[in-house]
């Protein structure tokens, strides 16, 4: 009877927990979600001309289009974030979130980096 009473405790505990935060489970949720490209978007704020040379010296494209480009991945990423936590056009900043994923895969050659496809791929086989 120990061992019931403790479960129906628990039960009802867990009941109200629920009921007190089931309103701001979603927010939070969403926020987990996005968190990688808010922390990505508020890094590039605060390292922009780190940013911007790096594009310069890999590309060789020149100060205003290394600019604009970290002006649009900047952009993207913290207008996509702010339209999923409002519940705003979800589905379209989804769309834009995975187009900034594209463009940095091309612009930081991620998708050429051995080094980085040797650690997604150990980090994949160790998942399994």
Same mark, same amino acid.
């Given at each position: 009877?120990?061992?019931?009473?403790?479960?129906?405790? &628990? %039960?009802?505990?867990?009941?109200?927990?629920?009921?007190?935060?089931?309103?701001?489970?979603?927010?939070? &949720?969403?926020?987990?979600?996005?968190?990688?490209?808010? %922390? =990505?978007?508020?890094?590039?704020?605060?390292?922009?001309? %780190?940013?911007?040379?790096?594009?310069?010296?890999?590309?060789?494209?020149?100060?205003? @289009?290394?600019?604009?480009?970290?002006?649009?991945?900047?952009?993207?990423?913290?207008?996509?974030?702010?339209?999923?936590?409002?519940?705003?056009?979800?589905?379209?900043?989804?769309?834009?979130?995975?187009?900034?994923?594209?463009?940095?895969?091309? &612009?930081?050659?991620?998708?050429? =980096?051995?080094?980085?496809?040797?650690? @997604?791929?150990?980090?994949?086989? &160790?998942?399994?």
């Amino acid at each position: 009877m120990g061992q019931n009473d403790l479960m129906g405790t &628990a %039960e009802d505990f867990a009941d109200q927990f629920l009921r007190v935060t089931k309103q701001y489970l979603p927010h939070v &949720a969403r926020l987990c979600l996005i968190s990688t490209f808010l %922390e =990505d978007g508020i890094r590039m704020w605060f390292q922009w001309s %780190e940013q911007r040379d790096y594009i310069d010296t890999t590309w060789n494209c020149g100060y205003l @289009l290394a600019s604009s480009f970290v002006f649009l991945n900047l952009l993207g990423q913290l207008t996509g974030c702010v339209l999923v936590l409002s519940r705003n056009f979800v589905q379209y900043a989804c769309f834009g979130l995975f187009g900034i994923i594209a463009l940095q895969t091309i &612009a930081y050659s991620i998708l050429w =980096d051995l080094k980085f496809l040797m650690r @997604l791929s150990r980090t994949s086989w &160790a998942q399994l």
